[in-house]
């Protein structure tokens, strides 16, 4: 495992590239320091340097797409992401990071056409499934959303934001006792997840129940003040 141990790997891969800088193989070392750098003007300098030896290298080309992305420059990574599907169609991350930008841009069948094809190369990704079932769930398409979230919890049933989208989607549907239980499920995952808390706050509101919407609005102003 590399995390935690981010400046021995940095050492190492200085050390290996100081003797051979642009060998064939270097790209990789480079690749590897780019993804353990702090800085990221550093770290896209690296991937910079790993396609300089290896042009169609697509796990760089997604790599510099996340440098971009971070950077807020949308068009950028999307272009990265392109480039990198065209040399590996079978790369899940840039698919799913592709489908993130399209559905940004409610460009749905975009987006759908992405996590489709992330799920059938790797059906245990869940965060496709779960950004599937956001976008479905935006077309109405209820049943498909529901069977998204559902596999996905299947998958990884400790990730907060997985059970708030659900329990949205079992509010739209007016399943409350399902909503309401789920957003619980939510908050054991992470009892500082603000949009279930806002959530349930609201459900309790539209269901004529002012004195746990109000502890749940307190709860959500104390872990992030109004104005901070």
């Known amino acids: 495992m590399i995390r935690g141990r981010e400046r021995e790997v940095r050492q190492i891969c200085d050390e290996a590239l100081a003797r051979a800088p642009d060998e064939e193989g270097s790209e990789e070392l480079y690749l590897v320091r780019g993804a353990v750098e702090d800085d990221p003007a550093r770290a896209l300098a690296g991937f910079e340097r790993a396609l300089a030896i290896r042009p169609k290298y697509a796990l760089a080309r997604f790599l510099r797409g996340g440098i971009r992305l971070m950077e807020g420059d949308l ?53 496709s499934l779960v950004h599937r079932g956001s976008v479905r ?22 990730v907060a ?50 004195g746990p919407a109000l502890a749940d609005f307190e709860l959500a102003d104390r872990i992030a003040p109004a104005g901070s």
């Open 75 to 127: 068009a950028g990574a999307s272009s990265e992401y392109d480039a990198a599907l065209a040399v590996n169609p079978r790369l899940v991350p840039a698919l799913h990071n592709r489908g993130m930008l399209r559905q940004h841009a409610q460009d749905w069948t975009g987006s759908l056409a992405d996590y489709d094809a992330a799920i059938a190369v790797d059906p245990t990704y869940y965060r």
């Open 161 to 210: 934001a997985t059970w708030n989208n659900r329990a949205g989607l079992h509010w739209a549907r007016g399943e409350i006792a399902a909503a309401l239980a789920d957003w619980e499920s939510a908050l054991r995952c992470d009892p500082r997840q603000l949009e279930a808390i806002a959530n349930r706050g609201n459900a309790f509101l539209e269901r004529g129940e002012p």
């Open 137 to 158: 769930k935006s077309l109405g398409h209820l049943d498909g959303a529901l069977a998204d979230f559902d596999a996905a919890l299947a998958i990884d049933p400790e």
